[in-house]
């Protein structure tokens, strides 16, 4: 830069085109990863009868979307995610959180214990969910670890992986919520430790009950995570998945515990696949429904955590 | 209530795994803060001055030693049940909460009949308020406001459940210069005002001179010498505090004593009755020189800093191994191109200290 007026001349022709220059390469990425993929399958969501092999429709219209909408699979499968997603979502929000303040309040032990608390962040998900089936499994050999605990308490054994609706969408519940809880551990923990200590000494000598430090200190200088980790985990939970092909399989509509992605991914490639114009429908709602809800979630939360 | 500390000794565990010796932060500091007065812990960084202070509002435990608010014993009180305010040095006030929340906070966590009416307690955080003169912006967040502004506010958050001592930890360190004198001032009409028994931690001498009833010069955790400021500065009780109290600093030069004759170099230059013939350390006071031609103390001629009122003559002397500030009246016929400086002692600026004790030698 020669001279100062370069520098503060917003606008200026010289700097604007640099200024692109800088921005071109994660521009190119993101417009051919993200953005034509994106207007790709809108485009499909809307042309009727796609074929991807020789690349005709029969015409253009919403009637992707009024056979998705009508077909009971994708509303079993919204009814799944939306029930995944307003359980999995706070509890496990709240119980990290819980982790993290029983973490942050212990001396001895606690790079052990974070360390243990992480590590399913670094397992295998489907390895997870292969011991999740193997602990709440009911064959004819063995009713399977839990089944073996609630019978001790007088309860008969209930088939989890392959019985009622409730007691498999309570594994699936189960399982979302081990695999992200360590990952909410280690961003809660580490935003505990970083409020700094000074607030908590003045509260001592003001006499705070532990009760008000909590909700009036600690809260509010943590609540930028906790929105943080409530908006990705609402995301993630919309998009799961492979978390039910772990515990059950591929064949998720069989199982009455399809998700939306899974419908996508059943319409591109399963048994009843090759219909690439049903799958981009779902794929374009679910985008609104994730859209929508984050949006809600950015105002709601701008709202209630304004520092300044 | 006055604060009395008795044998307050403070030591920590080593943090260094390797080096397992302790730190002793306090050594045996023993103390009494009259009731209503303003009393500045002073010493430069480490001597255990904050450590002291936490101490005192019981955030910290110490080792062995008593500290008694009046009558009271409150070194097993926990901090919350002393009535201390403290004012941090980085104010600690709660982003999240305006400048009224945050003044009010203290007396929200009182329970039962100590509890005030809402009313009460807006009337108090108003009233604390317009003590710190930031009435004006009671419904501004701390990120909004100066340095200065925010020292305010935490002062009227430890003013406003009315404490038995306030106590405050370097207040003015975060403020510039400006900002720093008009607020030492400020604190000193606050405390009188509100008659409260004020401590108050820092390593500007200047600062605690400046404002406080008396001062209490603190290094490596023991303490060295208390009493009114200007009592201090005229009369230390050892080199160290001789040279940590006033700007431009002490002077110090190697010397000798023979025959009750006080020698800098080769120059006898003062009289010193009833001192036996020993090495010393000579410290003369910027102000202790008297600019005379046939003075007794010569020192060769480096510049003058012109101050308008007063002028300040740089000169240096083979006997001290730093440049010398003499500080005398701008009437003084001193010339800067001359070589040489001729000076008279005044006896009263001049302080003798034992070359290996540091202590003060009187004459």
Not at chain 2, 322 to 327: C, F, G, L, P, Y
């Amino acid at each position: 830069m020669s001279s100062g007026k370069q520098l503060s001349g917003v606008g200026h022709t010289a700097t604007t085109i640099r200024g692109w220059l800088y921005l071109l390469p994660a521009l190119l990425f993101l417009a051919a990863f993200m953005i034509y993929p994106l207007i790709d399958v809108l485009i499909y969501s809307i042309e009727e009868g796609y074929n991807s092999a020789s690349q005709t429709s029969f015409g253009i219209g919403l009637y992707n979307y009024r056979y998705v909408l009508r077909d009971p699979y994708f509303l079993k499968a919204v009814k799944n995610t939306f029930i995944l997603v307003i359980i999995t979502v706070p509890i496990s929000t709240g119980l990290s959180l819980l982790v993290a303040l029983g973490l942050n309040s212990i001396k001895k032990l606690k790079n052990m214990f974070q360390t243990i608390f992480f590590l399913p962040y670094v397992t295998n998900t489907l390895a997870v969910g292969l011991v999740f089936m193997i602990l709440f499994r009911k064959t004819e050999y063995s009713d399977g670890l839990v089944n073996m605990i609630l019978s001790l308490f007088g309860m008969t054994p209930i088939d989890f992986i392959d019985g009622p609706y409730w007691a498999k969408m309570m594994v699936l519940c189960i399982y979302v919520i081990w695999i992200v809880m360590p990952f909410k551990i280690l961003i809660l923990t580490s935003a505990l430790a970083s409020v700094p200590d000074v607030y908590y000494q003045a509260a001592k000598i003001d006499g705070t009950p532990s009760w008000r430090v909590f909700t009036k200190i600690t809260l509010p200088m943590i609540a930028p995570m906790i929105v943080y980790l409530i908006i990705t985990g609402f995301i993630g939970a919309f998009k799961a998945y492979s978390d039910a092909v772990a515990i059950f399989g591929v064949n998720l509509n069989v199982a009455d515990m399809n998700t939306i992605v899974g419908y996508v991914y059943d319409m591109l490639y399963g048994d009843g696949g090759g219909y690439p114009s049903y799958a981009s429908a779902a794929a374009i709602i679910l985008f609104v429904i994730v859209l929508t809800i984050t949006v809600i979630n950015l105002v709601v939360s701008s709202q209630a955590t304004d520092i300044t | 209530m006055e604060v009395k500390m008795e044998k307050i000794t403070k030591i920590f565990p080593s943090r260094d795994k390797k080096d397992k010796a302790e730190v002793v932060a306090v050594n045996d500091f023993s103390f009494e803060v009259p009731d209503g007065s303003l009393v500045c812990l002073l010493g430069p960084s480490g001597c255990g001055k904050s450590t002291l202070l936490y101490m005192i509002c019981g955030l910290e435990t110490p080792t062995s030693g008593r500290i008694n608010f009046g009558e009271q014993d409150v070194t097993d009180l926990p901090a919350e049940k002393r009535g201390v305010g403290l004012v941090f040095q980085n104010y600690a006030l709660y982003p999240h909460l305006t400048v009224r929340q945050n003044i009010k906070f203290p007396l929200e966590n009182l329970k039962g009949e100590e509890r005030p009416t809402k009313e009460e307690m807006d009337k108090r955080a108003l009233e604390a308020a317009k003590l710190v003169q930031i009435d004006g912006l009671m419904d501004r967040k701390p990120g909004q406001m100066s340095g200065g502004q925010q020292q305010r506010v935490a002062i009227a958050r430890a003013l406003v459940k009315m404490p038995k001592v306030l106590l405050m930890d370097e207040p003015l360190s975060n403020l510039d210069a400006r900002l720093r004198l008009q607020t030492r001032e400020e604190i000193r009409r606050i405390q009188r005002e509100t008659g409260i028994t004020t401590i108050f931690v820092t390593h500007d001498q200047e600062e605690a001179m400046s404002i406080s009833d008396m001062i209490v010069v603190m290094k490596d955790g023991v303490l060295h010498q208390t009493g009114k400021p200007q009592e201090v500065y005229d009369n230390p009780v050892n080199l160290f505090v001789a040279k940590f109290l006033g700007t431009p600093a002490i002077n110090v030069f190697e010397g000798k004593v023979k025959n009750e004759n006080l020698y800098i170099g080769e120059e006898a230059v003062l009289e010193v009755k009833g001192v036996e013939d020993k090495d010393v350390w000579v410290g003369i006071r910027p102000e202790g020189f008297d600019p005379d031609e046939n003075g007794r103390f010569t020192c060769k001629m480096q510049g003058i800093d012109v101050m308008g009122r007063d002028i300040s003559v740089v000169c240096r002397n083979m006997a001290s191994k730093e440049v010398i500030r003499a500080i005398v009246s701008a009437e003084n016929d001193v010339k800067a191109s001359s070589m040489e400086v001729k000076f008279n002692i005044k006896p009263h600026k001049t302080f003798l200290f034992d070359k290996t004790t540091e202590e003060r030698i009187r004459f």
